[in-house]
């Protein structure tokens, strides 16, 4: 029985996750084959982890030929939004300014990565006003 999906992802299952969502969907090996230079896992790790994935719903299965074939079934853009209200929520008791003032403090920001975070506010104000 699949798990609730609210579950975060372990570091392992977000690195196999980022390669499904880079290349769509996939077997264990195009997984493996698209899994950053530095990361070699053995197959069976990578296809126990996908049963994992599967398991806790965010990816589905279909048996292709003798290969099950994994389709994310989460965004990547909905999992970031939800990994940082998550982060938010236990590291900045919820205060979404707290975590992006810690950001701005703590990181060393060129002129341009300010004005892009600029440009984001302002685009985020001008929908809200909109």
């Given at each position: 029985?699949?798990?609730?999906?609210?579950?975060?992802?372990?570091?392992?299952?977000?690195?196999?996750?980022?390669?499904?969502?880079?290349?769509?969907?996939?077997?264990?090996?195009?997984?493996?084959?698209?899994?950053?230079?530095?990361?070699?896992?053995?197959?069976?790790?990578?296809?126990?982890i996908?049963?994992?994935?599967?398991?806790?719903?965010?990816?589905?299965?279909?048996?292709?030929d003798?290969?099950?074939?994994?389709?994310?079934?989460?965004?990547?853009?909905?999992?970031?939004?939800?990994?940082l209200?998550?982060?938010?929520?236990?590291?900045?008791?919820?205060?979404?300014?707290?975590?992006?003032?810690?950001?701005?403090?703590?990181?060393?920001?060129?002129?341009?990565?300010?004005?892009?975070?600029?440009?984001?506010?302002?685009?985020?104000?001008?929908?809200?006003?909109?």
């Open positions: 029985m699949p798990r609730r999906r609210s579950e975060m992802l372990t570091d392992v299952e977000l690195e196999l996750m980022i390669a499904l969502w880079q290349i769509g969907s996939g077997s264990v090996r195009e997984v493996m084959a698209a899994l950053s230079g530095e990361s070699k896992r053995a197959y069976t790790s990578v296809a126990t996908m049963k994992i994935l599967d398991d806790k719903g965010y990816v589905t299965s279909e048996r292709q003798r290969s099950l074939i994994y389709t994310p079934t989460v965004k990547r853009s909905e999992y970031e939004g939800k990994s209200k998550n982060l938010s929520d236990s590291l900045f008791g919820g205060t979404p300014t707290a975590l992006v003032a810690r950001l701005v403090d703590n990181e060393d920001l060129t002129d341009e990565m300010i004005q892009e975070i600029k440009a984001i506010i302002e685009t985020r104000i001008r929908k809200d006003d909109g």
